[in-house]
């Protein structure tokens, strides 16, 4: 079995998932076994929709407790002072001009668990992430995006 990648992260973000993870694995769990146990006291299981919704409720809830604690696991923290800004890299904020519609928007580059596109963070493992990461203000860059392809021209990096 290769090791597996390591998954680069604020130390908010890491705090956060902590957090969810201590929520999952005491408050959700109890629910999750209360409503079981309530579905099982309705009698035959072979029928009982409830019981069958528990039981899946409870499946995905220790998977998602799995895919947190995995993360953790492998999470690397980010020291955002050291970001270099001469590219882009996780954490880096990239202005970028659409060399089609002449609009600019500003992405902020992160892990997939952070991504939150209200906020212009996007993951790196997004097309446009992963076209912007290693670029220099200047480049123009071709990204590949569902809607086509895209051109971008990174204006500015910044932290």
Request: proline fraction near 3%.
């Amino acid at each position: 079995m290769q090791d597996p990648k390591p998954v680069y992260l604020t130390k908010e973000a890491l705090q956060k998932l902590k957090e969810e993870l201590h929520e999952l694995k005491t408050k959700e769990r109890a629910r999750i076994a209360r409503a079981i146990a309530e579905a099982r006291a309705h009698g035959d299981l072979s029928e009982n929709a409830e019981y069958d919704a528990a039981k899946e409720a409870q499946g995905r809830l220790e998977a998602r407790i799995a895919q947190i604690e995995q993360t953790i696991a492998n999470a690397r923290i980010v020291d955002e002072n050291k970001i270099d800004t001469s590219k882009a890299y996780i954490l880096s904020k990239v202005r970028v001009k659409n060399l089609q519609t002449g609009t600019e928007q500003v992405f902020t580059l992160v892990s997939p668990q952070e991504v939150d596109l209200n906020e212009g963070k996007i993951s790196v493992n997004s097309p446009i992430g992963k076209g912007l990461l290693g670029r220099s203000v200047g480049d123009v860059v071709e990204i590949k995006v569902p809607a086509g392809k895209v051109k971008l021209q990174i204006l500015e990096i910044s932290r």
